[in-house]
């Protein structure tokens, strides 16, 4: 990834009705972009008229461009009254929101305002943002455009307002806890402190990473500040079916961060099982089968199934941490452990605590299910001592 520093101009004059802010009382724009060069300098221009006369200021872009927006950048930089760097990535690690960790940690400030390329966010909000947040003492400023003030009416289309508002509805749906008092969890506009972003346990997945910060990073204060979504001033939405399937991915792994929530997956993709364990078993004794070997054998096709759903929706991302071959002889192995404990395990609730068969299958079942979701998650799909020391170095 390569940075240049553009320019490094005066940061602005306190005498011309700075904003009631507490030191340091500075901000760092962070704008992630993509094929954005008609419309860096419209933007650039924006935040010299609104931003450095009443809050100090820089802006570090992180680019993912295959066009010429870094030379533009670097053009328009030489009017800024303010310090403008470039980092261009030659890999695109986690999209937008990837972008929009690489900026935060290159921030020299500690409030840092995250906002697009394609001038839909008006620059003019930035100093209040820091202001607000300053003033109630929070972590996470969210510029909303579904509270009281604020307006969508720059998404252009029904289509996208439908999008839009069912993401959101979505995103809150899941997440109840964790996006209270947040009306605008799809928004690209707000305000961090830099000191409050747990940069380390971040994941991001496409370009809702304001969805990322309230979820993985737990801020203690939010609070927001209305904005009116403005028109696009050149180019088209990067918004696509591609980002909309990221979205839901990132979702999903948002979701499953809780054990909870896993083990419920688990439980649920293991009821599946049952369908292509049973097929087999009937197809094989139709065929003449002894019941007790097809039913070693029919267990296996059940086992097949749930590794493919286990590994594809439940732990995609944990999938690194060991080789295929690993993985699907541990979890083979585990699986069926299963049905080798629950027969003993039944025979000892009946014989040593008086149970009847029924309850006693049922008790089986329940504590097999949770000792094989425990069993998966740590043998199979979290990472060595040896490859965590590894990390870790």
Not at 165 to 177: D, Q, V
Not at 226 to 233: A, E, G, L, T, Y
Not at 359 to 368: D, E, G, K, N, S
Request: hydrophobic share 45%; proline share 6%; with cysteine.
């Amino acid at each position: 990834m390569s940075q240049e520093s553009l320019s490094s101009g005066e940061l602005g004059d306190p005498a011309l009705d700075p904003v009631e802010v507490p030191e340091p009382g500075a901000v760092t724009i962070v704008v992630p972009t993509f094929n954005e060069s008609a419309n860096v300098r419209q933007l650039l221009h924006r935040i010299t008229e609104a931003v450095p006369a009443r809050l100090p200021c820089e802006v570090v872009f992180v680019d993912d461009s295959t066009d010429d927006t870094p030379e533009v950048i670097r053009k328009a930089a030489a009017d800024c009254p303010y310090p403008v760097t470039v980092l261009h990535r030659e890999e695109a690690v986690g999209g937008l929101g990837g972008a929009v960790v690489e900026g935060i940690k290159a921030a020299a400030s500690d409030w840092v305002v995250v906002m697009d390329g394609d001038c839909q966010h008006p620059p003019s909000l930035v100093p209040e943002l820091v202001a607000t947040g300053e003033r109630a003492g929070a972590q996470l400023v969210v510029a909303s455009r579904y509270t009281e003030g604020g307006s969508r009416a720059g998404l252009a289309g029904g289509y996208r307002v439908a999008v839009s508002r069912g993401a959101t509805w979505l995103a809150k749906a899941l997440f109840p806890r964790r996006l209270h008092g947040i009306s605008d969890p799809m928004s690209g506009f707000f305000a961090v402190r830099r000191s409050a972003v747990p940069a380390d346990v971040l994941k991001p997945l496409g370009y809702k990473i304001l969805l990322e910060l309230a979820v993985r990073g737990r801020p203690r204060t939010v609070t927001e500040v209305p904005f009116v979504f403005q028109d696009r001033f050149a180019g088209e939405s990067k918004s696509t079916a591609k980002e909309g399937a990221r979205f839901l991915r990132h979702l999903a792994g948002l979701r499953m961060e809780a054990p909870l929530a896993r083990m419920v997956v688990f439980g649920l993709i293991g009821l599946t099982g049952f369908v292509p364990n049973l097929a087999a078993l009937w197809a094989l004794t139709e065929a003449g089968l002894h019941y007790l070997p097809a039913e070693i054998v029919a267990n296996q096709f059940g086992v097949a199934w749930n590794f493919l759903l286990i590994e594809t929706l439940l732990f995609r991302e944990r999938r690194r941490h060991r080789h295929w071959a690993d993985r699907t002889a541990r979890f083979a192995l585990l699986a069926n452990a299963d049905l080798v404990l629950r027969l003993p395990l039944i025979a000892l609730l009946i014989g040593r605590f008086g149970m009847t068969a029924l309850p006693a299958t049922a008790l089986a079942l329940v504590i097999t299910f949770v000792l094989r979701f425990v069993g998966t998650e740590a043998l199979v799909y979290l990472p060595s001592r040896a490859r965590k020391a590894r990390s870790t170095a």
